[in-house]
């Protein structure tokens, strides 16, 4: 399996940028397809951005051409950009990996707080 651990989250300004981390141990990368969620209090976990080994990137509606997810090799991180932030994404921001072949993400780390002010 691949742990997952989060980092970056915060109290930010709206209109403001934070740049959250995935810090990842384990089976390598090839093995997973790499994911971002959120979940709001009282909303369903939301998915917002993917990446597989070879870079193919999707992204939901409501954060494309704000949220950006990359990766460094070297230092096994994923990364989610978040630029124009506003208080609607107010959530625990989530990291997970999916297996390629398998159908949902098992693998999950522990969250982070992510706060927009107005």
């Given amino acids: 399996?691949?742990?997952?651990?989060e980092s970056g989250g915060g109290l930010v300004q709206a209109g403001g940028s934070l740049r959250l981390?995935?810090?990842a141990s384990g089976r390598t990368f090839s093995r997973y397809v790499m994911g971002w969620f959120?979940?709001?209090p009282g909303k369903?976990?939301?998915f917002l951005a993917s990446l597989s080994w070879g870079r193919s990137t999707d992204y939901t509606d409501p954060v494309k051409g704000r949220f950006t997810?990359?990766?460094?090799?070297?230092?096994?991180?994923?990364y989610l950009q978040m630029n124009s932030l506003n208080v609607e994404?107010?959530?625990v921001y989530y990291c997970a990996a999916r297996e390629y072949g398998m159908a949902t993400?098992?693998?999950w780390g522990q969250g982070?707080?992510?706060t927009v002010s107005s």
């Fill in 89 to 91: 994404d107010t959530a």
């Fill in 44 to 46: 369903e976990r939301e």
């Fill in 69 to 78: 997810i990359s990766r460094d090799n070297g230092a096994n991180t994923v």
């Fill in 105 to 107: 993400y098992d693998y």
């Fill in 21 to 23: 981390s995935c810090a």
């Fill in 1 to 5: 399996q691949v742990q997952l651990v």
């Fill in 38 to 40: 959120r979940q709001a």
């Fill in 112 to 114: 982070t707080q992510v």
